[in-house]
């Protein structure tokens, strides 16, 4: 199902035809449509409501954002692999959708041949945190604990195949521990079900669980970046529980935004530059920054190779894990 936002002046993304040059040369000339794979309210909604707005005020334009969640994903993204490469069909995603090709039979997008990246807008290190009752107060206690009890413990996920899934299985192996997965329906979920004590461990985005670390209800173990991070700066980062194995761990979660391949050059050298001054405005760096991520651009090339990369990172662990998804 297809929920749509209109986040500037009322208006409808007309049906997009493949562009001329002098259409080129006059975009955008019309609503853009950037489509958010997954229901309101998550991380990428967080991002993508401010940037949309502020876009919309520099290309003069309304810029639309329609919900199409579904299948870990693969709805959203399927529907604009098959956009008009013209512009006005736009896909905002995270580290989920260069997993989801390993995970999924059939994802029904080809990751690297269906889309043309335009740049990162934001990233933040995973939090681990477990519940305000759990004995353990450092990531090295928990990693004790659990070698004392191989397979008794658990912990939760968004779902399977996400970063919240993976990123444990990779230091668990690091640490040489064993722990049981819980996917529940989201990010949301997975929260309240800690909240509620139904897993041991949870490795979450910051703005999930910032509220709940405030109020005390969650206890924030350690952050996934070799250094620690400006919005918990007295909460350790994983290299500092001095495990050993897990001195070059470093897990990130990155926001994108994408265009259909073959989405001419001048299209997409307008959108990158128009997309990347947003993000770099101070308006734009202190609201992400408020909602513990952290404001960054790259590159099309360099998000091309930050895509490729973590495709083969993650194809190893989901094949080393025999995980699969539906």
């Not at 761990?249 to 994108?256: A, M």
């Amino acid at each position: 199902m297809s929920f749509k936002v209109l986040v500037t002046a009322a208006a409808a993304v007309s049906a997009s035809l493949a562009m001329s040059p002098a259409q080129a040369q006059e975009f955008p000339s019309q609503a853009i449509q950037i489509v958010i794979p997954y229901a309101p309210g998550g991380g990428t909604d967080v991002i993508a409501r401010p940037v949309a707005v502020e876009l919309a005020e520099r290309l003069k334009q309304p810029v639309l954002l329609d919900h199409k969640g579904g299948a870990g994903g693969n709805i959203g993204a399927q529907f604009a692999a098959k956009a008009q490469p013209n512009g006005y069909t736009l896909v905002m995603v995270n580290n989920s959708h260069v997993i989801n090709p390993f995970v999924y039979k059939s994802p029904g997008y080809d990751m690297q041949g269906d889309f043309t990246p335009i740049s990162v807008l934001a990233t933040a290190p995973m939090v681990v945190v477990v519940h305000k009752t759990s004995p353990v107060k450092t990531l090295r206690e928990f990693v004790d604990l659990a070698k004392k009890s191989p397979g008794k413990l658990n912990f939760g996920s968004a779902g399977v195949g996400t970063p919240g899934h993976l990123a444990p299985l990779l230091l668990f192996k690091q640490a040489g521990i064993n722990l049981v997965h819980i996917a529940y329906k989201g990010s949301g979920p997975a929260v309240m079900a800690q909240l509620s004590q139904q897993f041991d461990i949870q490795f979450a985005t910051p703005a999930v669980v910032a509220p709940h670390i405030k109020s005390g209800e969650l206890r924030a173990l350690a952050v996934t970046s070799k250094a620690r991070f400006a919005a918990f700066p007295d909460v350790p980062s994983v290299v500092e529980a001095g495990i050993p194995g897990l001195g070059d761990y470093d897990q990130s979660i990155w926001w994108g935004l994408l265009a259909p391949a073959r989405t001419d050059p001048k299209i997409l050298d307008a959108l990158h530059a128009n997309v990347t001054a947003v993000v770099r405005s101070p308006k734009m760096t202190e609201l992400l920054t408020s909602r513990g991520m952290v404001p960054t651009t790259t590159t099309r090339a360099e998000f091309q190779a930050l895509i490729k990369g973590d495709m083969q990172k993650w194809e190893l662990i989901v094949r080393e894990n025999a995980i699969t998804a539906e």
